[in-house]
């Protein structure tokens, strides 16, 4: 019979975990100005950094679905299975995929930006950077499990 207490959340539980927050709150911000058609994003209305432009292109809406509305749902999901539970320090696998995942959307979406849309968006980079953080930090957490066991 194993007396052994559970873990605690490790470091990187946490940082994830934090991140994720971070990315439901700047794709929720997406979301709401992508249904109210508002102009509030605080970024450059010309040039190359113009979120409105961005934000308003067809690559906006992929299959119906605005993609803002997809990041918000990527990061809500990223923060069940980061959340500092017992039962998401065993989701390592789905947590991984689901990184994978979001991180080649994010290098699609400034593919589109750069090269499609001719404009980078700044809360959208926002979110692009959160991602990488985020797949950073699962291979840490991942990485800090192993040799844990």
């Known amino acids: 019979m194993s007396t052994r207490t559970p873990a605690r959340p490790s470091a990187p539980a946490w ?13 929720a911000y997406l979301t709401y100005e992508h249904f109210t058609g508002s102009s509030t994003l605080a970024c450059s209305g010309n040039g190359t950094v113009n979120c409105l432009k961005v934000t308003t292109s067809q690559w906006s809406v992929i299959a119906g679905v605005p993609v803002a ?6 990061f809500l999901a990223m923060t069940m299975l980061c959340a500092p539970t017992r039962w998401a320090r065993d989701a390592a696998l789905p947590r991984l ?12 979406l400034v593919y589109v930006e750069i090269f499609e849309v001719d404009a980078i968006c700044l809360w959208c980079t926002g979110v692009h950077v959160v991602t990488l953080l985020l797949l950073v930090t699962v291979l840490w957490w991942r990485e800090s499990e192993r040799s844990y066991r």
């Not at 940082?15 to 794709?27: E, K, Q, W």
């Open 15 to 27: 940082v994830a975990f934090g991140l994720c927050i971070v990315g439901v709150l700047i794709s």
């Open 69 to 74: 509305v997809a990041g918000l749902a990527f």
């Open 97 to 108: 995929v689901g990184v994978v995942a979001g991180m080649i959307m994010v290098l699609w």
